[in-house]
């Protein structure tokens, strides 16, 4: 979307738009075809360099997935803020993968500028798994670079990142590069089959969809006597909005992307919700909460519903039920999927892996060149994350275009990035009294 248009388009015209422009679906990506587009290609025997930004779990798991994906795909460079997690990382990647690991000393960069610097090592792909605050402009530059880009989700924390991400996403159209997004449940087979059946109408016309993503606590860094409080915050990411969005942004992002998807990628015109920190109430949780409800409203006055909390010893949920006029399309994403009413239907098929199916469909784009665009469905499914943020802290009904143009960023400016770098923790938003920018 761009972020000047007057509302989110309707399915009727993006469906024409992506036949006019030659662009298909495949497995929620944008694919261009090669009559219009052609990628910086690889032939098949041709060594693709993989520089790796952010080592932490799911850095390691990403770079393990993308040597993975191609046997001729070597990893040459890398990148942290942390020489911990940058070391510990490689020691893990070597037990998997260790023919396809060629990485010097002189490619193991530390600190904030580490990421210019994997991507200035010359190297052809780069996988982004900071976490959420600094993707913006890493993807930029990565794009900027002509690097093909796997981009953990969220792609952003704030709605200027999400602008920034769009730009990023139309540069790298028009340099003919793959950008992949870890928006992984739409690589998931039983989805895409579900999913598929929805859209192709086997319930009807969308009335509503509800979305549950219920989980447990989460790890925590205890703070070390020589660390500043950039490093304690760094360290402890998860639990600071202005790196990782808030958990309904960083994690419930997910259940956003499945709505979205189940509602053919229209996006909503507005959303109203609540939220609060019942559990997370010790100094260490940050300024985050701990549970968000959301109603988003389309244009056609269709609902979506999103319920999600992240409290212990409370029961675990993942779904997504769809309710059409003429049956309901009920997903467990634990492994499940049926639809009742009309057409039933139960998913029997194949299962598989949808965090590799996320990288083999990277470098096969690549090696195919038929480059794929996850970037406009992450950076407006990132954007309903924040929207469901934004009402859950003030308490207010929120429109789409009010909250794509806030001008609100989370944290300091990305040049001012240091150690030393000294700052107050916004307080803890207050539904009523917090307001929206």
């Not at 200035?120 to 890493?138: E, Q």
């Amino acid at each position: 979307m761009n972020p000047k248009s007057k509302g989110p388009v309707s399915e009727a015209s993006r469906r024409e738009f992506l036949k006019k422009s030659g662009i298909v679906v495949v497995g929620g990506s944008l694919a261009y075809s090669t009559g219009l587009y052609a990628s910086k290609s690889a032939t098949k025997n041709s060594v693709l360099k993989v520089g790796l930004i952010g080592c932490g779990g799911r850095g390691t798991g990403a770079a393990a997935q993308a040597l993975q994906a191609d046997s001729n795909a070597i990893l040459t460079a890398m990148g942290d803020v942390f020489v911990d997690r940058l070391e510990g990382s490689l020691t893990e990647l070597n037990k998997i993968k260790p023919d396809q690991i060629k990485l010097t000393e002189a490619h193991k960069f530390i600190g904030f500028d580490a990421y210019q610097k994997v991507i200035d090592s010359g190297v052809d792909v780069v996988l982004l798994t900071t976490p959420p605050a600094f993707r913006p402009d890493h993807l930029t530059a990565a794009i900027s670079a002509g690097k093909h880009v796997f981009c953990e989700k969220p792609v952003a924390v704030d709605a200027p990142g999400v602008r920034k991400v769009l730009e990023a996403a139309k540069m790298a159209k028009e340099k003919k590069l793959s950008v992949v997004s870890g928006f992984c449940f739409r690589h998931d087979l039983m989805n895409q089959a579900t999913l598929g059946r929805v859209l192709k109408g086997d319930i009807g016309e969308i009335k509503a969809t509800t979305a549950f993503r219920n989980g447990g606590e989460l790890w925590y860094k205890d703070r070390q006597p020589d660390w500043t409080e950039m490093t304690y915050q760094m360290r402890n990411w998860y639990y600071y909005n202005w790196l990782s969005g808030d958990f309904v942004v960083e994690q419930s992002v997910h259940s956003c992307d499945l709505i979205a998807w189940a509602m053919g990628d229209e996006m909503p015109i507005k959303a109203v919700g609540t939220g609060g920190r019942q559990v997370r109430v010790d100094k260490k949780y940050g300024n985050i909460y701990d549970h968000f409800a959301v109603e988003y409203e389309y244009a056609n006055g269709a609902k979506s519903y999103l319920f999600t909390r992240q409290q212990a010893n409370t029961k675990g949920r993942n779904t997504l039920d769809v309710f059409g006029t003429e049956g309901t399309a009920n997903l467990n994403l634990y492994g499940k999927a049926e639809i009742t009413g009309k057409n039933p239907w139960t998913y029997t098929g194949e299962k598989n892996d949808m965090f590799q199916a996320e990288h083999d469909q990277l470098f096969a784009s690549i090696r195919n060149n038929t480059p794929v665009n996850d970037g406009i469905i992450m950076a407006n499914t990132t954007m309903m994350g924040i929207l469901a943020r934004s009402v859950g802290y003030t308490g207010q009904e929120i429109a789409w275009e009010e909250a794509l143009n806030s001008n609100e960023s989370m944290g300091p400016a990305f040049e001012d990035y240091a150690w030393d770098y000294e700052f107050a923790m916004p307080p803890i938003a207050v539904p009523g009294k917090t307001k929206f920018k």
